[in-house]
C-alpha cells in the first residue's frame, strides 16, 4: 500500500477517509491541521500542523490529499495545493465506489469524486477539484481547476466551468452556459446566462448580485 497525508481535520475530511478506506490502495499515516487540540478524525491520528509536512514527506510519504472543505471561497485550498506541489507531493485522483464515471472521461490530480456523483462521457475536470454527493455533470463539460460542485448540483451537457468557482448546493446549470473563474453560485440558482469571472450570481432565474467579487 502506498503512504499518504491528509491536509485538513473537517467534516470534509471523514468523506475523504471513507473513500481512501473503500479503494484499499493507500495507508493513511495522519493528518495535519492547524487546531493543536485534535486528536483524531475517525480513527487517524492528527500529527500536527502543516509545518510538518516537509519531514513527512522526507520521510517518505509521497503522497497527499487536501481535505479542507469550501463552502463558497476555494482560496485555503489552492494555497495548500500550492505547498504540496512545492514539497513534491503527488496528489492522487480519489473516486468513491458509489460514484458513476465514464470511461471517457479526463479527472486531474487532486481531484475527489464523492459518493453518487455521476460524470458523463467527454467531460473534463481539472486539478484540486471538489465533485460533491449526489451531483451531476452531463456530457462534454468543463470544470477548471480548484472549483467544487457542490452536492446535488445538475449541470446539463457543453456546460463551461472556470477555476475557483463555487456552484452551491442544490443548483442547476442549462446547456452550452460558459461561467468564468472565481464564480460564486448560490444554493438553488438555476444559471441559463454566461456568467462572467468575479461574480456572484443567485437565484431562478440567476441573477449576478455581485461582482468584481473574490472566490
Ligand atoms: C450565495 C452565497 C455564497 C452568498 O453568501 P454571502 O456572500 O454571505 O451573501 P449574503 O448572505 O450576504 O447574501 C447576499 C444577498 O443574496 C441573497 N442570497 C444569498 N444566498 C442566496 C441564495 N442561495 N439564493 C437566493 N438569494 C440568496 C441574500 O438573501 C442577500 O440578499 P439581500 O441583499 O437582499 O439581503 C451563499 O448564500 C450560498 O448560497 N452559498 C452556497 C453554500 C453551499 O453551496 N454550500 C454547500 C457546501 S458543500
Known amino acids: 500500500m502506498k503512504k499518504i ?3 485538513g481535520a473537517g467534516g ?3 468523506v475523504i477517509i471513507d473513500i481512501i478506506k473503500s479503494q484499499n490502495e493507500f495507508e493513511i499515516v495522519g ?3 492547524k487546531n493543536p487540540e485534535l486528536n483524531n478524525i475517525l480513527d487517524i491520528p492528527i500529527i500536527g500542523d502543516d509545518s510538518k509536512l516537509k519531514q513527512i514527506y522526507d520521510d517518505g ?6 481535505c479542507v472543505g469550501s463552502l463558497n471561497n476555494n482560496n ?6 500550492k505547498s504540496l506541489k512545492n514539497i513534491g507531493f503527488k ?3 480519489l473516486v468513491h465506489k458509489n460514484s458513476i464515471i465514464s470511461e471517457f472521461v479526463y479527472i486531474e490530480e487532486g481531484t475527489c469524486i464523492m459518493p453518487g456523483a455521476i460524470i458523463n462521457s467527454g467531460t473534463c475536470i481539472g486539478k484540486n477539484c471538489i465533485i460533491n454527493t449526489g451531483s451531476l455533470i452531463e456530457h462534454d463539460c468543463k470544470v477548471g481547476d480548484n472549483t467544487h460542485i457542490s452536492p446535488n448540483v445538475s449541470i446539463a451537457g457543453g456546460v463551461n466551468i472556470g477555476f475557483n468557482t463555487h456552484i452551491g448546493i442544490g443548483s442547476s446549470i442549462i446547456q452550452g452556459v460558459n461561467l468564468g473563474n472565481n464564480v460564486t453560485i448560490g444554493a438553488g440558482a438555476v444559471v441559463i446566462n454566461d ?7 443567485v437565484g431562478v ?5 455581485r461582482i468584481n467579487h473574490s472566490v
Open 61 to 66: 510519504v509521497d503522497n497527499a490529499f487536501i
Open 5 to 7: 497525508i491528509l491536509v
Open 76 to 81: 485555503l485550498r489552492s494555497i495548500i495545493y
Open 195 to 201: 456568467i462572467n469571472s468575479n461574480s456572484l450570481a
Open 31 to 33: 493528518i495535519t491541521d
Open 91 to 93: 496528489l492522487p485522483v
Open 12 to 14: 470534509h475530511c471523514k
Open 205 to 209: 432565474p440567476a441573477k449576478i448580485i
